[in-house]
């Protein structure tokens, strides 16, 4: 009967030992973005199967090319944003495209702002004040950087999506600046999920019925940064955990139900960064170890056996690189 037990024990323990090293030996998906994203001349498609490029994805790798002293592939984006920035007004889309997107010049600008800091490269920060001083010409009113800026109709948007807030890149602007985002993002932080919008002629918020858990994670993310109290959204996160195994990727704001049954990589990454933000890595296992279960074998986040979205693999990347060096 002990000769049985201590079989059983060796059995779990090789099982569980496999299970670690099949989780932690995954590749990062850096090799994945490169070979499957990003083209000879540094444009970033959005889905491995299209051709379409966002600033979205160009914001991103930026930041990730900063974060990983990646010198020679972030002087390839930085050309690629001059040549389509116009005057500081960047196309969210492409050159055809009338409008832009606060939330990607902003990790542009905060991405060039430390490139400039870093490789001291002054190029790179008159192209930083550029988007900032359209963003503050055009974009700016009573201190808030709204979603956008319709070129065609010459008029900026009259709504912040909260999930838009990027608390680095607010640093670069006035104290009145960043005061505004943490009066707004106060008042809703009681409650275990935030508002997606908030209406500038009403000062009132707009909230969905069904919450995305990539836009509640980038939200509290920065909301923390900003000092705001974020307890509760975490310890909703933290009790999912516990008694699902998971963090579903979307939820019912009234039942705290999850309204679908897939997870999201994003939504984890954006979690993993949040933690490591707060000093809490011994929080941070269990969401790396959920969003490593979602990888591929080449890498890869996937949409569908032969597709993926550059979104969903390059915030994993970022979380990864930034769970792998953490204090370093």
């Known amino acids: 009967m002990k000769k049985l037990f201590t079989g059983m024990v060796m059995v779990v323990l090789t099982v569980g030992i496999v299970f670690i090293i099949l989780t932690t030996n995954k590749p990062s998906s850096e090799k994945f973005i490169q070979e499957n994203f990003v083209k000879d001349n540094g444009k970033i498609t959005t889905f491995i199967n299209g051709d379409e490029a966002l600033t979205e994805s160009i914001g991103l790798y930026m930041h990730y090319l900063v974060l990983s002293n990646q010198k020679k592939e972030f002087k390839q984006q930085a050309a690629i944003v001059r040549d389509i920035s116009q005057n500081g007004f960047v196309a969210w889309r492409d050159h055809e495209a009338h409008s832009n997107s606060s939330v990607d010049d902003l990790r542009i600008m905060k991405s060039l702002y430390k490139a400039s800091s870093k490789w001291e490269n002054q190029e790179y920060r008159v192209l930083a004040d550029e988007i900032k001083e359209f963003i503050q010409e055009k974009q700016m009113a009573n201190n808030i950087i709204v979603d956008f800026y319709d070129m065609k109709a010459q008029e900026p948007s009259k709504e912040l999506r909260l999930s838009y807030t990027d608390a680095e890149a607010i640093g670069y602007f006035e104290e009145e600046v960043l005061g505004k985002y943490v009066s707004i993002l106060q008042e809703v932080n009681e409650n275990v999920f935030f508002p997606e919008v908030y209406r500038l002629k009403t000062k009132t918020f ?50 705290k139900s999850p309204t679908v049954d897939y997870e999201s990589p994003s939504a984890y990454a954006l979690l993993i960064i949040a933690y490591l933000n707060n000093d809490e890595k011994e929080k941070v296992q269990v969401l790396f170890d959920s969003m490593k279960k979602l990888q591929h074998n080449d890498g890869g986040y996937k949409t569908t056996a032969d597709n993926a979205h550059f979104f969903d693999n390059i915030l994993p990347l970022i979380a990864e690189y930034r769970y792998n060096h953490y204090r370093e």
């Open 206 to 255: 707009k909230a969905q019925q069904e919450v995305n858990m990539i836009d509640q994670s980038l939200i509290a993310l920065n909301a923390n940064l900003l000092g705001v109290n974020t307890n509760t959204f975490f310890q909703f996160v933290e009790e999912e955990l516990k008694n699902r195994g998971k963090i579903y990727g979307r939820y019912s704001r009234n039942t």
